[in-house]
């Protein structure tokens, strides 16, 4: 089954901890994608990456940071420095970068109090 | 940046065909436009793409005027399961999609 997976779906973390979010995809596509988005709201771009060791900041990079080691992985770190960092984090991939069709990920709420 | 502007709300009865409008008056000569569906707490799904005139899939279609400024998205015969959020985005430049807010579809039975 070709998909994207986002671990965990809950995540809960005390202020000042970094946490890591997981995203994995098994479609082979060369773009990958962070989201955030807030209750009420649309998406907000957080990173993205065309090919394996690139990466391009989005709209709202600024306590987040990410890497790209893997085609298949794309894990999103929210630092101690991302003021309000609740919000529910969603992974995208795609062909190439800037394409067309955006598949993404089931989600992962992440709390932190 | 071609951002896109969307009703924010539509309640529609179920079995109607409801068409939701977006405006891009900014959009760039290359830029496709794209809509997305969304359901609570999952991640937005792709519904139809096109670049002008009309595209049909087998779920909905998609009217792009000659300016290209707007574009309407048609849902026939809707029902319950497609209230969701739907967003219209048009590819800004090579590497990024703008989600704005959405239009938020209430189907009543």
């Known amino acids: 089954d070709g998909g994207i997976t986002q671990s965990p779906k809950y995540l809960f973390r005390k202020e000042g901890q970094n946490v890591t979010l997981s995203c994995e995809q098994n479609?082979?596509?060369?773009?990958m994608y962070w989201y955030r988005q807030d209750p009420g709201q649309g998406l907000r771009l957080i990173y993205y990456s065309q090919i394996v060791n690139d990466f391009q900041k989005g709209d709202i990079a600024e306590g987040y940071s990410v890497s790209r080691e893997k085609k298949e992985s794309f894990p999103l770190t929210v630092t101690s420095a991302q003021k309000n960092p609740t919000a529910f984090y969603l992974c995208a991939s795609s062909w190439q970068s800037g394409a067309d069709e955006q598949y993404f990920g089931p989600g992962t709420r992440l709390t932190v109090t | 940046l071609a951002k896109t502007t969307q009703p924010i709300s539509m309640d529609s009865y179920e079995g109607q065909e409801v068409n939701i409008t977006c405006s891009h008056n900014n959009i760039a000569t290359n830029d496709y436009i794209t809509w997305y569906q969304q359901f609570p707490s999952q991640g937005p799904r792709f519904i139809i793409q096109g670049y002008k005139t009309k595209v049909t899939n087998e779920v909905a279609s998609l009217f792009i005027p000659a300016d290209r400024k707007s574009s309407t998205l048609s849902l026939p015969r809707v029902s319950l399961s497609d209230t969701a959020v739907y967003y219209c985005?048009?590819?800004?430049?090579?590497?990024?999609?703008?989600f704005g807010t959405g239009t938020r579809l209430t189907v009543i039975p």
């Open positions: 985005l048009v590819r800004t430049g090579a590497n990024n999609l703008f």
């Open positions: 479609l082979n596509h060369d773009a």
